[in-house]
């Protein structure tokens, strides 16, 4: 142990001197900026004055770009001197060699825009981000290379990993503080001793990241109080983190982190403000008073810390991650609220002014400006909004551009499809017995099953319900439409989606020749479909034997012409049952209010049309809409002012 210090120590101080060295040459110059690590003073120093941050997470991929500077200027008026963002690959990379880094996912505008709000920015690089997004913030076409092993140094995870950090690292360089930018620190990886103990691949990291951003920068890591998490996820010569949230023992945690970091400033890189909420249960709250009272505790122990989440935002589309694997599989809300100070919608909480007034008696607050800040913004509601039927899944069908055949089922993976729908068909060639029992044993994650296109069950992963008893004859179409309800963020993160493996009918027929269907329900293929049924000479009328057949319904609306219309709103769908909401070829993502907690969804101003044009919301309903229960088939929704997040859940 005593060798290990002493080596420890040395390892410390030539990188102290190197960094120190540095900062003295670079100091001789006019205007220089500096940004080190002084382990033997466990503090930073910037511009070689002592520092320490308080900041605050927030994702530029979770909140429409029309109002990031809004939330960044709220997040320096609570006293904040920093921010912190993942970065999300899949979002930048969505198909192989396929880059994006404009619109919604300009990161480099992202950052700009907290410089100008004089918030400097602590970025989490990953490559695996966890954040409660579809495989980690990873992209779904890594899992297309046969028996690839995600996090590890296996070099088919590495080569991709690679070729991302190389088109990524070199935008952020210019942006690091060193050079004029708002950026002090990186992360390497993302809770890493939660999952694995490659040392191989996060040194890798590690030295990919100096490779391309040099040895001046600040990288660290972030991993769970506990030593077991500690003890894989620490990365020799780059600074350690530890997360936890209110009520946890500061003392003992602080002691944890130094049981694996002799020296360096102590932090806490997710201080939980809320935390994750699925469908079907609870919604998670963190009281105020246990939450400030632990925060002081730290900022007392001289802590840098970073509160998580500041604003959660949103999940709009279909990035909503699920977690748990086989044994308890549950997906996450599409609202990523969190509890947060700066709820989904922008508003200020009593959270957010406790936190301010704490802040204040600790870091100076001399350049915050408060003035324009509107604690709660102005809502609207709408009339209630008929909804007009279009067409059922399968009168979709003739419209699909991508279908596979196949003797046995293949997984979204295979069919390269990211997220959305498959759907499975094939035609009974036996005399199955009545009932008979169709097993689907590697569903991934929830279906709906149709013989001869009429309504037979549902099949989930989440309710470990993987058998059906169906009524069917030789020669029966069977029809099984599998929704991804969100790749796993933790735990599971190497699973594919779709049916995985065999489907029998009474546990020996096994069902081979599948005819299956692309159904990725992304925003632009998705409109382009219904405007294809639409126009077509194709008249479809809603009928009685649609009965739990999932489809599609669409209106058109006006706002009316008041002051300052649009307003943030709410999207209520009661009397509906499960679905994805389109508004103005934006997908705000699922709604499920039959399952809660989570009942309305956010709607907000940029994705609505000022009048006199014309705005479009379109449901793909899976399960039930209010036609059953309307003699006219009238199927209404409506945009509300009251958001519910925390209601009644199904159990």
């Given at each position: 142990?005593?060798?290990?210090?002493?080596?420890?120590?040395?390892?410390?101080?030539?990188?102290?001197?190197?960094?120190?060295?540095?900062?003295?040459?670079?100091?001789?110059?006019?205007?220089?900026?500096?940004?080190?690590?002084?382990?033997?003073?466990?503090?930073?120093?910037?511009?070689g004055q002592p520092f320490?941050?308080?900041?605050?997470?927030?994702?530029?991929?979770?909140?429409?770009?029309?109002?990031?500077?809004?939330?960044?200027?709220?997040?320096?008026?609570?006293?904040?001197?920093?921010?912190?963002?993942?970065?999300?690959?899949?979002?930048?990379?969505?198909?192989?060699?396929?880059?994006?880094?404009?619109?919604?996912?300009?990161?480099?505008?992202?950052?700009?825009?907290?410089?100008?709000?004089?918030?400097?920015?602590?970025?989490?690089?990953?490559?695996?981000?966890?954040?409660?997004?579809?495989?980690?913030?990873?992209?779904?076409?890594?899992?297309?290379?046969?028996?690839?092993?995600?996090?590890?140094?296996?070099?088919?995870?590495?080569?991709?990993?690679?070729?991302?950090?190389?088109?990524?690292?070199?935008?952020?360089?210019?942006?690091?503080?060193?050079?004029?930018?708002?950026?002090?620190?990186?992360?390497?990886?993302?809770?890493?001793?939660?999952?694995?103990?490659?040392?191989?691949?996060?040194?890798?990291?590690?030295?990919?990241?100096?490779?391309?951003?040099?040895?001046?920068?600040?990288?660290?890591?972030?991993?769970?109080?506990?030593?077991?998490?500690?003890?894989?996820?620490?990365?020799?010569?780059?600074?350690?983190?530890?997360?936890?949230?209110?009520?946890?023992?500061?003392?003992?945690?602080?002691?944890?982190?130094?049981?694996?970091?002799?020296?360096?400033?102590?932090?806490?890189?997710?201080?939980?403000?809320?935390?994750?909420?699925?469908?079907?249960?609870?919604?998670?709250?963190?009281?105020?008073?246990?939450?400030?009272?632990?925060?002081?505790?730290?900022?007392?122990?001289?802590?840098?810390?970073?509160?998580?989440?500041?604003?959660?935002?949103?999940?709009?589309?279909?990035?909503?991650?699920?977690?748990?694997?086989?044994?308890?599989?549950?997906?996450?809300?599409?609202?990523?609220?969190?509890?947060?100070?700066?709820?989904?919608?922008?508003?200020?909480?009593?959270?957010?002014?406790?936190?301010?007034?704490?802040?204040?008696?600790?870091?100076?607050?001399?350049?915050?400006?408060?003035?324009?800040?509107?604690?709660?913004?102005?809502?609207?509601?709408?009339?209630?909004?008929?909804?007009?039927?279009?067409?059922?899944?399968?009168?979709?069908?003739?419209?699909?551009?991508?279908?596979t055949l196949s003797k046995?089922?293949?997984?979204?993976?295979?069919?390269?499809?990211?997220?959305?729908?498959?759907?499975?068909?094939?035609?009974?060639?036996?005399?199955?017995?009545?009932?008979?029992?169709?097993s689907v044993p590697g569903?991934?994650?929830?279906?709906?099953?149709?013989?001869?296109?009429?309504?037979?069950?549902?099949?989930?992963?989440?309710?470990?319900?993987?058998?059906?008893?169906?009524?069917?004859?030789?020669?029966?179409?069977?029809?099984?439409?599998?929704?991804?309800?969100?790749?796993?963020?933790?735990?599971?993160?190497?699973?594919?989606?779709?049916?995985?493996?065999?489907?029998?009918?009474?546990?020996?027929?096994?069902?081979?020749?599948?005819?299956?269907?692309?159904?990725?329900?992304?925003?632009?293929?998705?409109?382009?479909?219904?405007?294809?049924?639409?126009?077509?000479?194709?008249?479809?009328?809603?009928?009685?034997?649609?009965?739990?057949?999932?489809?599609?319904?669409?209106?058109?609306?006006?706002?009316?012409?008041?002051?300052?219309?649009?307003?943030?709103?709410?999207?209520?769908?009661?009397?509906?049952?499960?679905?994805?909401?389109?508004?103005?070829?934006?997908?705000?993502?699922?709604?499920?209010?039959?399952?809660?907690?989570?009942?309305?969804?956010?709607?907000?101003?940029?994705?609505?049309?000022?009048?006199?044009?014309?705005?479009?919301?379109?449901?793909?309903?899976?399960?039930?809409?209010?036609?059953?229960?309307?003699?006219?088939?009238?199927?209404?929704?409506?945009?509300?002012?009251?958001?519910?997040?925390?209601?009644?859940?199904?159990?």
């Amino acid at each position: 142990m005593m060798i290990r210090r002493l080596f420890l120590f040395f390892s410390i101080f030539v990188f102290v001197l190197v960094t120190v060295t540095c900062q003295t040459t670079t100091t001789t110059k006019n205007n220089s900026r500096t940004f080190i690590v002084d382990y033997p003073n466990d503090r930073f120093l910037k511009d070689g004055q002592p520092f320490r941050y308080v900041s605050g997470s927030i994702h530029y991929f979770r909140v429409p770009k029309q109002y990031w500077q809004d939330r960044l200027k709220k997040m320096r008026s609570g006293g904040l001197n920093a921010i912190q963002t993942y970065v999300e690959w899949s979002s930048h990379e969505p198909m192989p060699g396929q880059y994006d880094f404009d619109g919604q996912n300009n990161l480099i505008e992202f950052i700009r825009l907290a410089q100008t709000e004089n918030l400097l920015v602590i970025l989490r690089v990953g490559p695996y981000i966890c954040a409660e997004r579809d495989l980690g913030g990873l992209p779904f076409w890594l899992l297309r290379e046969p028996n690839i092993t995600l996090r590890t140094s296996d070099p088919r995870f590495l080569r991709p990993v690679n070729r991302w950090l190389e088109i990524l690292l070199p935008k952020i360089r210019p942006l690091l503080y060193e050079n004029g930018g708002p950026i002090i620190m990186l992360q390497v990886e993302n809770e890493y001793g939660s999952y694995g103990c490659d040392l191989n691949y996060t040194i890798h990291l590690r030295d990919k990241f100096r490779e391309i951003l040099g040895h001046k920068v600040v990288l660290f890591t972030t991993d769970g109080n506990g030593d077991g998490y500690l003890r894989c996820g620490h990365i020799p010569h780059v600074l350690t983190t530890i997360d936890f949230g209110s009520g946890t023992n500061v003392t003992k945690a602080k002691q944890t982190l130094y049981r694996h970091q002799e020296f360096g400033p102590f932090i806490n890189s997710e201080y939980y403000s809320g935390w994750l909420d699925y469908w079907q249960s609870n919604f998670n709250f963190v009281n105020v008073n246990p939450f400030i009272e632990t925060l002081q505790e730290l900022l007392d122990n001289n802590a840098s810390v970073n509160i998580y989440m500041y604003h959660g935002g949103s999940n709009f589309d279909f990035k909503a991650s699920g977690n748990g694997g086989d044994e308890n599989y549950q997906p996450t809300l599409t609202s990523y609220d969190y509890d947060a100070p700066i709820n989904e919608a922008g508003d200020l909480n009593e959270k957010y002014f406790a936190i301010r007034d704490l802040i204040a008696q600790y870091l100076p607050t001399d350049s915050i400006d408060e003035r324009n800040i509107k604690a709660v913004s102005e809502k609207m509601s709408l009339p209630p909004i008929n909804m007009t039927f279009v067409a059922t899944i399968f009168d979709l069908l003739p419209f699909l551009a991508n279908k596979t055949l196949s003797k046995y089922p293949l997984t979204f993976e295979q069919v390269n499809q990211a997220y959305g729908f498959l759907l499975y068909q094939t035609n009974l060639t036996f005399h199955p017995t009545n009932p008979a029992i169709l097993s689907v044993p590697g569903l991934r994650d929830r279906a709906h099953v149709f013989v001869d296109q009429r309504f037979a069950g549902i099949l989930s992963r989440t309710q470990k319900y993987f058998n059906l008893s169906i009524l069917a004859h030789n020669g029966s179409e069977l029809s099984i439409l599998v929704e991804n309800q969100g790749r796993c963020s933790y735990g599971c993160i190497n699973e594919h989606r779709g049916i995985i493996g065999n489907v029998t009918v009474n546990h020996k027929h096994l069902l081979i020749n599948w005819t299956i269907y692309n159904l990725p329900f992304d925003e632009h293929s998705f409109i382009d479909t219904v405007t294809q049924l639409l126009q077509s000479k194709t008249t479809l009328q809603f009928e009685s034997n649609y009965y739990r057949i999932p489809s599609i319904y669409i209106a058109n609306f006006t706002l009316p012409k008041l002051p300052g219309y649009p307003l943030d709103t709410f999207l209520q769908t009661n009397g509906w049952s499960k679905g994805v909401a389109f508004l103005n070829n934006h997908n705000l993502g699922r709604y499920w209010p039959v399952a809660g907690p989570q009942i309305t969804v956010y709607a907000p101003v940029p994705y609505f049309n000022r009048a006199p044009n014309s705005n479009e919301i379109i449901l793909f309903e899976l399960d039930e809409s209010p036609c059953w229960y309307d003699s006219n088939n009238n199927c209404q929704i409506q945009f509300v002012k009251q958001h519910i997040v925390n209601g009644t859940y199904a159990n």
